[in-house]
Structure formats: C-alpha cells, structure tokens
C-alpha cells in the first residue's frame, strides 16, 4: 500500500521559513513527477512546485524564488523549503506523486499539513 507521509508545517511568521517533508513508502512504480500542491479555504487546490522525473522543476508564479522543492532519492522523500513566507501562503499542503504506466495515470495524495503564516 503507497502512503505518502508530510511533516513540518506551522504557525510561523511573515518573513519566516518552513521546511515541509513528505516520505514515500510502500511499492511505487514509474513516477512520474512528484510535487507539492496547497489549498487554501474556499479556493481550489494549486500546484506549488513540481519535479518532473527526468526533467523540469515547475513552480507557480507566486511562490519561485521564495520556495524550493528537492527530492531524495535514497530516502525516497521530496521535501519543500519555503522561505520570505506571506499570509497568501496559508493553506493546506498536500504531497502528490503521479504515475504514469502503461500509459494509465494515477495520482496519490497525503493528508496534508497545515501551513498558517500570522502575526
């Protein structure tokens, strides 16, 4: 059974940095990317920052240059540092992994950490 596992979000801030961690267990088969993705009430969710396996880092306009995504390959674990944080950045964040194999998608999602930047 895949399980993905975040850790790390918290009250913090204006102008403050997070380190958000998400673990990977269980047998996964041809990622294809993996990533961060955040909701924030009364909107829909959003891509933060993607890696795709292979290729490109993707991050939305409102966050590059303020956050970070990193995978380790070992640990199978993809992290998300996110620095300079503003209210906007409250919301729910959400690790993803998206697989592709035989041309059949499928998308898995963990529970979520709660990221609150307040005075």
């Known amino acids: 059974q895949v399980q993905l596992v975040e850790s790390g979000g918290g009250l913090v801030q204006p102008g403050g940095s997070l380190r958000l961690s998400c673990a990977l267990s269980?047998?996964?088969?041809?990622?294809?990317?993996m990533g961060w993705y955040r909701q924030a009430p009364g909107k829909q969710r959003e891509s933060v920052a993607v890696?795709?396996?292979?290729?490109?880092?993707n991050y939305a306009d409102s966050v590059k240059g303020r956050f970070t995504i990193s995978r380790d390959n070992g640990k199978n674990m993809v992290d998300l540092q996110m620095n300079s944080l503003k209210p906007e950045d409250t919301a729910v964040y959400y690790c993803?992994?998206?697989?592709?194999?035989?041309?059949?998608?499928?998308?898995?999602w963990g529970q979520g950490t709660q990221v609150t930047v307040s005075s």
């Open positions: 269980g047998s996964i088969f041809s990622i294809y990317s």
């Open positions: 890696i795709i396996i292979g290729g490109n880092m």
């Open positions: 993803n992994v998206h697989t592709l194999r035989a041309g059949i998608p499928s998308a898995y």
